[in-house]
């Protein structure tokens, strides 16, 4: 259970409680829900960023949450920030430069210009999500959490994104994935959490619990 500490003349808001499950290695988990229904909430008590109030959290590896791990810095630049997102992840510096140019032509950043060089404040939002995507990818995980990351960017990264994915799965890793494109949860997952006022409201195929929650909105 999870909630936000009471200051004096407020109440406690559990943002997730009663969550049980078990994910299992080759997994890709798509978790959808409402806007507040707890997604980013679990998927950062799972990265350990957020303690529980009640229950336990087991993990076989260490949990990788995009975005955070990267520790990206937005007043260095693009180049900087893929050798300190790299360190961050626990890659050497040779395995950095390995992978620099890949990492970069992943992103697609440079595509329109030499973004790479410019400070990270100066990328668009989609820009900035799409870099720490392919820092992210270019190793592999036990567990990465991913938060919308793969919303942004065009059909071609998208589908560059999934195929990464299933890499990562074939590699004996977990993936948490978190959209609001629903489409991109049941071409990327083969199972999704449906998370409701902090409850889970539905665990198993995608295909199934995609439909049943587009079932549910259309009704609310």
């Not at 959808?32 to 109030?53: D, E, F, R």
């Not at 300190?84 to 140019?101: K, S, V």
């Not at 919303?151 to 589908?159: E, L």
């Amino acid at each position: 259970m999870f909630s936000r500490r009471a200051t004096p003349g407020s109440r406690t808001v559990h943002a997730v409680k009663g969550v049980d499950f078990a994910a299992y290695r080759g997994e890709a988990i798509g978790l959808i829900g409402s806007n507040g229904s707890g997604k980013s909430t679990l998927l950062k008590a799972v990265a350990g960023l957020l303690p529980v109030t009640a229950g336990r959290i087991y993990t076989r590896g260490q949990p990788s949450l995009l975005g955070v791990n990267a520790a990206l810095m937005d007043d260095l630049t693009g180049e900087r920030n893929v050798i300190l997102g790299g360190l961050a992840m626990g890659m050497t510096r040779a395995e950095i430069e390995a992978r620099y140019d890949e990492i970069v032509e992943f992103s697609g950043i440079d595509e329109k210009g030499d973004f790479i060089s410019l400070p990270m404040r100066t990328y668009s939002s989609g820009m900035g999500a799409r870099l720490r995507f392919s820092i992210a990818a270019a190793r592999s995980h036990d567990v990465l959490l991913i938060d919308e990351a793969l919303s942004t960017g065009d059909a071609r990264f998208r589908r560059r994104s999934q195929e990464r994915i299933d890499e990562l799965r074939a590699e004996a890793g977990t993936v948490f994935l978190v959209s609001h494109s629903n489409a991109t949860i049941t071409e990327t997952c083969d199972r999704a959490l449906w998370l409701e006022a902090g409850t889970l409201r539905m665990d198993g195929p995608a295909s199934e619990v995609v439909a049943a929650y587009e079932a549910f909105t259309r009704k609310a």
